[in-house]
């Protein structure tokens, strides 16, 4: 078991940050180290990552929760979720494969119809069904709500 602390993310980590996100495939739009929390070793390693995304004025999304393969299974992601809710506002939204709903379903996320959505989320979720189609993929993306 690895310890690790959570803090929010310096400007020197900003290109661990973009590699982490590359690495393990999500989406690497609209990353800004100023808004991403990291947890990091007791050498200062960044292990961990996640930011609350704004979309205009009034919709914030969770995103960007990353782990370092070598460090999943630890609590390391929960964590970071923990902290990134703790003072957010709400409504607060997610985009994420359907493989992980039940994840974020255990932090009060429900997914949302496509026409409860706000217009930024309803226009990826018809991208990525144009594009899961296209590819064959068994997964689907979800937008999710945590009122």
């Known amino acids: 078991m ?16 973009k590699d982490l996100i590359y690495s393990v495939g999500i989406n690497p739009m609209g990353v800004d180290w100023k808004r991403f929390v990291v947890a990091i070793t007791a050498q200062d390693v960044v292990i961990g990552i996640g930011q609350l995304k ?6 914030l999304e969770l995103a960007s929760i990353a782990v370092d393969p070598e460090y999943r299974g630890q609590g390391i992601a929960r964590a970071i979720i923990e902290y990134l ?13 359907s493989k992980n709903g039940a994840l974020y379903e255990k932090f009060g996320f ?20 144009l594009a899961s189609t296209l590819a064959r993929h068994d997964q689907r993306l979800l937008v999710m709500k945590l009122q």
């Open 110 to 129: 429900r997914e949302i119809p496509y026409k409860e959505m706000p217009r930024y989320f309803q226009r990826i979720s018809k991208l990525a069904g």
């Open 2 to 17: 690895t310890n690790f602390t959570l803090r929010p993310a310096r400007e020197t980590e900003s290109r661990v940050i």
């Open 54 to 59: 704004p979309h205009g004025k009034e919709i």
């Open 85 to 97: 809710l703790n003072d957010s506002p709400r409504p607060l939204y997610l985009m994420c494969e």
